[in-house]
């Protein structure tokens, strides 16, 4: 089995900066594609960023300029610096991973961890 497990999230004051981590461990032979989505109250998840095993990128519209998702494959982790953070950056933040296993491939995904933004 794989597990996900986030961290990173606080309470921060807009304008801000956090930086949340998301580790993969379990029987993994390699990670493609890597995400973060953001969830807030009364509202559906929401694709934040993406990078895959290459380094490639993409970034939400909202956020392109002032979040940095980065990984780094050694350690099966994904990052997501968050800067210039808006009060409507409040939400719980998941990471999302394609992971390869002597199963095959599977999509797995964290717990989330809570980032506010007070205005």
């Known amino acids: 089995q794989v597990q996900l497990v986030e961290s990173g999230g606080d309470l921060v004051q807009a304008g801000g900066s956090l930086r949340l981590s998301c580790a993969a461990s379990g029987s993994i032979l390699s990670i493609d594609t890597m995400a973060w989505y953001s969830q807030a109250p009364g509202k559906q998840r929401e694709l934040v960023a993406t990078?895959?095993?290459?380094?490639?990128?993409n970034y939400a519209n909202s956020v392109k300029g002032r979040f940095t998702i980065t990984r780094d494959n050694a350690k099966n982790t994904v990052y997501l610096q968050m800067n210039s953070l808006k009060p409507e950056d409040t939400a719980v933040y998941y990471c999302?991973?394609?992971?390869?296993?002597?199963?095959?491939?599977?999509?797995?995904w964290g717990q989330g961890t809570q980032v506010t933004v007070s205005s």
């Open positions: 999302n991973a394609h992971v390869a296993g002597y199963w095959g491939i599977d999509i797995y």
């Open positions: 990078i895959t095993s290459g380094g490639s990128t």
